[in-house]
C-alpha cells in the first residue's frame, strides 16, 4: 500500500474503510475502535503524514527534473554516438518550413565563404595567367632576340669569308679540291644571307633601305662566285694536252690521233656549257675560237705526222702550245680585272645590323 492509498483509506468515512480494505485485499472483519484519544493521535498522524508526503511530493518532483534532464542528455549523448558509429542515419521527417529555413541557413553560411572563395582564386587564376601571357611574351622576345643576334653574326661571319672565297676562285693556279671546297662554303653563306632577308622583313632596322641594298649587292657577289667556279671547273677540261705532244721516234700516229680528237670533242663539250658571265664574255669568245683553230692544228698535226716531216709537225706542235698559252693567258687577266673589281665592291660593304 503506498502514500496515496493510505491518504485515501484515512480521508474516507470508518463504514467504507472496511470496504477499502477489502479492495485492497486486507481483511475486512478487524474492529475499528475510534475513543477521543485514538482520534487525536490519528489526527496527529495524518498532519504530520501530509507534511511528509508535500516534502516527499516536493522532492519526488525535483528528482523527476533531474531524470528528465539526465535522460535527455543520455539520450542526445547516445543518439550523438549512435550518428557518429553508425555509417546511416535515421530519417526524421522535418516540416517543410524547417527544412527551407535549414536550406536558407546553409545557402547563407556557404555565401559567407563561397564567395569570397570564389573571389580568391579568381583572382589568383586571372593574376597568374596574366603572369603565364607576360613570361610567355619576354621568353619569346628573349628568344625571338638570340635567335635575330645569331642569324646576324652568322651572316657577318660569312660575309666576312667572302674575300677568301675571291682568292680562290680567282687564284691562276686551279685547285679542283680547293674550288669544290669553296663552292660548297658559298652555298652556306647564301644560306645565311636568305636567313638574314627572311628574319629582317617584321624587324624594325634603321636604314632598311641601304641594308636591302647591301644584300642585294652580297646576293649578286655570291651569284657570280658560283658562276665563276663552274667556269673554271669547266675550263679545267678545255685543251688539256699534258705530255702527248712529247712526240718522239716511239709515238704511235694513229693512238696521238685518237687522244687529240678526244680532247678536242670534251673541250668543245665543255665551251659550250660555260656560264654567261659578264666579265668573261670576251675570253669566252676566244675560247670559242682556240677550239676552232686547236681542231684545225690537230688535224694538220697528224697529217704531217703521217707525211713524216718532222719539222712542220715541231711548229705545229708549237702553234698548239701558242693557242692554249694566249688563252690561259687571257683567262688569268680577266680573273685579275674580276678579282679587283669584286674586292673593292666587298671592302665598301658595311656589317649588317
Not at 26 to 34: A, G, K, P, R, W
Not at 39 to 55: A, C
Not at 226 to 235: E, G, N, T
Not at 299 to 310: D, H, K, P, Q
Request: charged share 25%; no cysteine; glycine share 2%.
Amino acid at each position: 500500500m503506498n502514500i496515496r492509498d493510505y491518504l485515501f483509506i484515512r480521508k474516507a468515512k470508518s463504514s467504507n474503510k472496511i470496504k477499502i480494505l477489502d479492495v485492497l485485499g486486507f481483511e475486512s472483519d478487524v474492529t475499528l475502535i475510534q475513543t477521543p484519544d485514538i482520534i487525536k493521535e490519528m489526527d496527529n498522524l495524518r498532519v504530520s503524514s501530509e507534511l511528509e508526503i508535500v516534502d516527499e511530493e516536493i522532492e519526488a518532483v525535483e528528482i523527476a527534473k533531474q531524470l528528465i534532464n539526465t535522460d535527455y542528455s543520455t539520450e542526445q549523448n547516445v543518439q550523438e554516438e549512435i550518428t557518429d558509429d553508425s555509417p546511416t542515419e535515421t530519417f526524421v521527417p522535418l516540416n517543410i518550413t524547417t527544412q527551407i529555413r535549414k536550406i536558407w541557413t546553409d545557402l547563407e553560411k556557404r555565401r559567407q565563404w563561397v564567395v569570397p572563395a570564389l573571389l580568391i582564386v579568381s583572382g589568383v587564376f586571372i593574376v597568374s595567367s596574366i603572369s603565364i601571357f607576360f613570361i610567355n611574351i619576354r621568353n619569346e622576345n628573349i628568344a625571338s632576340d638570340t635567335l635575330t643576334s645569331s642569324i646576324t653574326e652568322n651572316t657577318n661571319i660569312s660575309i666576312d669569308n667572302l674575300p677568301k672565297l675571291l682568292a680562290v676562285a680567282t687564284n691562276p693556279f686551279y685547285s679542283r679540291y680547293d674550288v669544290s671546297n669553296a663552292s660548297a662554303n658559298l652555298q652556306i653563306i647564301e644560306t645565311s644571307l636568305i636567313q638574314y632577308e627572311t628574319d629582317i622583313i617584321d624587324r624594325e632596322i634603321p636604314n632598311r633601305s641601304s641594308v636591302e641594298e647591301s644584300l642585294n649587292q652580297l646576293f649578286s657577289i655570291v651569284d657570280k662566285f658560283d658562276q665563276l667556279f663552274a667556269y673554271r671547273i669547266m675550263h679545267s677540261e678545255i685543251l688539256i694536252y699534258e705530255d702527248i705532244l712529247n712526240i718522239d721516234e716511239d709515238t704511235v700516229i694513229d693512238d696521238l690521233a685518237s687522244e687529240l680528237s678526244s680532247i678536242g670533242a670534251k673541250s668543245n663539250l665543255n665551251g659550250d656549257t660555260l656560264p654567261n658571265i659578264e666579265e668573261f664574255t670576251e675570253h669566252k669568245q676566244l675560247v670559242n675560237s682556240a677550239l676552232v683553230t686547236a681542231q684545225d692544228l690537230h688535224g694538220r698535226l697528224i697529217a704531217s705526222l703521217r707525211n713524216n716531216e718532222v719539222e712542220v709537225a715541231n711548229t705545229l706542235i708549237i702553234a698548239i702550245k701558242l693557242n692554249k698559252n694566249s688563252e690561259i693567258s687571257f683567262f688569268n687577266d680577266t680573273l685579275l680585272d674580276f678579282q679587283e673589281k669584286y674586292g673593292s665592291i666587298l671592302e665598301n660593304i658595311e656589317k649588317l645590323p
